[in-house]
């Protein structure tokens, strides 16, 4: 039995986090007390007033892929613990999972080298695959695909994957930026080599008409989740997808809610879709505030510093995410766009539990998986990334001090605690 005296913790849908103490026995969480319990207890660990989060669930990391060969869930799962995430859901990067065997070998990889909780997506949908959909139901949490290059799905193979998917009861997850658009914008700009006109190829109206697009042909009843939206006029288009179809979610991605187009000044900041105007970072946070955008995802994708440094239509696209995921939206969500802490609580763990059916994950309650995370929320600290991270430099708190999962501490004041294996699997 492990006891977590004097914590703070958001329960129910109260706005002020609750003194409790916590006792996990095993795996799980057992009880949650609000009046302490007097007498010696052994295996205690005194959180001294600071904040107890769920342990965060990223449901968008690249890990496992040629194209980013310095990645692997060791590194990955020390990115994850000094960001506050237990839980990853791996999404493919080049190479296609999408039979049951490919799944397999990313399991078996993950299992010995995971130290955080994970589970798969499939992807990425070309027509080819359409048949093969069914043998990923059970094992995977999605099924990915794209409205652009390289995986361009035609708008008929996107009502076919849509429909396949949820015939099959797995939620197809889909990248929305109008090829067309992105085609023709990214000619006008292909003799220029300043990253900062990157951002200008793949404009905010690519992403609405994908959306509009995407939208149009899900039916009343059909799941879809669109990945890292970033712009207000992809706000809008989402708003006026979720009103004709209930079952449309959304995410949005920390860099696209914190950085903005006007200070890339290098390649490492190259991501799809791209950074954008403060505005759209206003109307992301607004988004994510009233439930437009359901939660965060970090689109997380590792490659060595000195990949990224290449000539901007070569360097590949994306950035690492799970190291900074606590502080970064702590520090923007909570201290200067006041997300209350119950709503900071259903973006990082609760909402994602859900939508992907992670039962024992994304609450602090009898019966869940004990992850949780004890967060520093009083202390600013300039973000160092142990790796790279585009968040290098910038002051941050809410840092976690101590995470803890399914009851065992795996990290505490800069260490991480547990061997690659600790991980577990998933299986939806
Ligand atoms: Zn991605």
């Known amino acids: 039995m492990l006891t977590i005296t004097d914590a703070r913790v958001v329960i129910d849908t109260n706005a002020e ?73 791996e999404m493919p990067t080049s190479k296609p999972t999408m039979c049951a065997a490919a799944v397999n070998e990313k399991v078996k990889r993950a299992s010995k080298e995971s130290i955080v909780d994970f589970a798969f997506h499939a992807g990425n949908m070309a027509a080819e695959y359409l048949g093969s959909v069914k043998e990923l139901k059970g094992i995977v949490t999605g099924v990915k695909g794209f409205m652009c290059a390289p995986y361009a799905l035609g708008i008929d193979e996107l009502r076919q994957f849509i429909a396949e998917s949820n015939r ?72 006026t997808a979720k009103n004709r179809c209930k079952n449309i979610s959304a995410e949005a991605c920390p860099h696209h809610l914190i950085l903005t187009a006007d200070k890339m000044h290098t390649p490492k900041l190259k991501m799809n879709p791209p950074l954008r105007t403060a505005d759209d970072c206003t109307a992301l946070w607004s988004a994510l ?63 994602q539990a859900r939508r992907f059916g992670l039962m024992h994950k994304g609450a602090i309650a009898p019966g869940m998986d004990a992850d949780m995370l004890i967060v520093n929320t009083r202390d600013t600290k300039r973000f160092k990334s142990k790796f790279w991270s585009p968040y290098e430099g910038m002051d941050f708190s809410g840092y976690p001090e101590t995470v803890i999962l399914r009851g065992k501490v795996v990290y505490a004041d800069g260490q991480v605690l547990e061997k690659p294996g600790y991980g577990k699997y998933l299986r939806p």
């Open 168 to 239: 099959n009861g797995l939620l197809p997850m889909l990248h929305c930026e109008d090829e067309m658009t992105v085609q023709n914008e990214t000619r006008k700009y292909l003799s220029l080599h300043n990253p900062e006109i990157y951002p200008l190829s793949r404009p905010a109206i690519a992403e609405k008409i994908a959306i509009e697009n995407a939208s149009s042909v899900v039916r009343e009843n059909e799941h879809l989740h669109i990945v890292h939206v970033s712009s207000r006029a992809g706000v809008d288009a989402l708003k």
């Open 289 to 351: 505030n009233v439930g437009t955008i359901d939660f965060v995802a970090t689109d997380h994708f590792y490659v060595d510093a000195d990949e990224k440094e290449r000539d901007i239509w070569s360097a590949p696209a994306g950035v690492p995410g799970l190291e900074a995921l606590c502080p970064a939206m702590f520090t923007y969500g909570v201290k200067k766009m006041g997300i209350s802490l119950f709503r900071f609580v259903q973006i990082t763990s609760g909402m």
């Open 17 to 89: 986090p609750v003194d409790c103490e916590i006792l996990i026995d095993g795996n799980r969480i057992k009880a949650i007390k609000k009046d302490f319990l007097p007498g010696e207890k052994e295996n205690v660990i005194c959180a001294r007033g600071q904040l107890i989060l769920p342990g965060f669930i990223d449901v968008h990391a690249h890990i496992l892929d040629p194209l980013i060969p310095a990645s692997n869930f060791a590194n990955a799962s020390e990115m994850a613990l000094r960001g506050g995430v237990t839980t990853i859901l």
